[in-house]
């Protein structure tokens, strides 16, 4: 025990969504079976889960290196990809280990439909995110994808449109919106398809952090999850610091006796929020 004696909790409710374990367990099982193994961009938007699979054999490679490729096994992530991706692999002989989330899944199958019916699509993500990718793709890359309602302002749409959202977003911001878009006088058709396990961590965080002094929000920096978890944390405890390693800990942001939170988004492995309350604990 260090010499503050923080008490230090981590949330239970925190850490990986089964998208990620179902993407992480399918390909420890094929490294332990073949010793390598490819993957299509980061597994999760987390750099040090990534190196520890790394090191068990996982090669990441980007869309380039799959054009590239012949006749060898490569994942798809939880973030899923869009139909141009399969058709190559096609091409190439390579055998999809297909781990895309089921939420991610569902709902490009849904925004097909739509954009099969000539629907005008708009989505609310982030640009060029993995899962935004893959389901502008569904509409021949058609879908109009903006972050900030504001992007809207100069873009020339019809009366007739059909909303959908990214599935890691935050539920405030989408009915938010859709409020705002039926306010400009759109016939909207609104989709709330944001993964129920990531809106009830924006519904259970504020009870968690309220009872601590600090909160360490522990996060790769590319997780769009990790950001709006984030800022969750810091409206119902301003006292939050967000890391993405016990590395990034600094002993001055803590006070003797002080009750310490520990949070992390839906990509955080939880062996590294146990490795900052370690840490935690020497000071």
Same mark, same amino acid.
């Given at each position: 025990?260090?010499?503050?004696?923080?008490?230090?909790?981590?949330? *239970?409710?925190?850490?990986?969504?089964?998208?990620?374990?179902?993407?992480?367990?399918?390909?420890?099982?094929? /490294?332990?079976?073949?010793?390598?193994?490819?993957?299509?961009?980061?597994?999760?938007?987390?750099?040090?889960?990534?190196?520890?699979?790394?090191?068990?054999? !996982?090669?990441?490679?980007?869309?380039?290196?799959?054009?590239? !490729?012949?006749?060898? #096994?490569?994942?798809?992530?939880?973030?899923?990809?869009?139909?141009? +991706?399969?058709?190559?692999?096609?091409?190439?002989?390579?055998? /999809?280990?297909?781990?895309?989330?089921?939420?991610? $899944?569902? $709902?490009?199958?849904?925004?097909?439909?739509?954009?099969?019916?000539?629907?005008?699509?708009?989505?609310?993500?982030?640009?060029?995110?993995?899962?935004?990718?893959?389901? *502008?793709?569904?509409?021949?890359?058609?879908?109009?994808?903006?972050?900030?309602?504001?992007?809207?302002?100069?873009?020339?749409?019809?009366?007739?449109?059909? /909303?959908?959202?990214? +599935? +890691?977003?935050?539920?405030?911001?989408?009915?938010?919106?859709?409020?705002?878009?039926?306010?400009?006088?759109?016939?909207?058709?609104?989709?709330?398809?944001?993964?129920?396990?990531?809106?009830?961590?924006?519904?259970?965080?504020? #009870?968690?952090? =309220?009872?601590?002094?600090?909160?360490?929000?522990?996060?790769?920096?590319?997780?769009?999850?990790?950001?709006?978890?984030?800022?969750?944390?810091?409206?119902?405890?301003?006292?939050?610091?967000?890391?993405? =390693?016990?590395?990034?800990?600094?002993?001055? $942001?803590?006070?003797?006796?002080?009750?310490?939170?520990?949070?992390?988004?839906?990509?955080?492995?939880?062996?590294?929020?146990?490795?900052?309350?370690?840490? !935690?604990?020497?000071?």
């Amino acid at each position: 025990m260090g010499d503050y004696g923080l008490q230090v909790t981590i949330d *239970q409710d925190s850490g990986f969504c089964f998208g990620v374990v179902y993407a992480i367990d399918m390909a420890e099982e094929i /490294l332990g079976e073949d010793g390598y193994l490819y993957c299509l961009g980061d597994i999760v938007h987390n750099d040090e889960e990534v190196e520890r699979l790394k090191a068990k054999g !996982l090669r990441i490679i980007d869309h380039a290196g799959l054009a590239n !490729l012949r006749n060898e #096994k490569v994942l798809i992530r939880a973030h899923g990809e869009a139909p141009e +991706t399969y058709r190559i692999a096609l091409e190439n002989n390579i055998t /999809l280990i297909d781990a895309s989330c089921p939420v991610v $899944l569902k $709902l490009q199958n849904r925004i097909k439909t739509s954009y099969d019916s000539n629907e005008k699509i708009i989505i609310f993500g982030k640009h060029g995110h993995a899962e935004v990718i893959g389901l *502008q793709g569904q509409t021949n890359n058609e879908a109009v994808v903006f972050q900030d309602i504001a992007e809207l302002d100069d873009v020339d749409l019809p009366e007739n449109i059909t /909303l959908y959202s990214q +599935t +890691t977003k935050s539920m405030e911001k989408f009915y938010s919106i859709k409020d705002q878009l039926l306010q400009r006088g759109y016939n909207l058709k609104a989709n709330d398809t944001i993964c129920r396990q990531v809106s009830n961590r924006d519904m259970d965080l504020p #009870k968690f952090v =309220s009872k601590f002094d600090k909160i360490v929000f522990v996060s790769g920096r590319k997780s769009s999850n990790g950001k709006v978890l984030f800022e969750v944390c810091r409206k119902h405890n301003p006292n939050t610091y967000f890391i993405s =390693s016990a590395a990034e800990l600094q002993k001055e $942001l803590f006070s003797p006796g002080d009750k310490v939170g520990i949070a992390g988004a839906t990509s955080t492995p939880m062996w590294l929020m146990q490795e900052v309350k370690a840490e !935690l604990e020497t000071f």
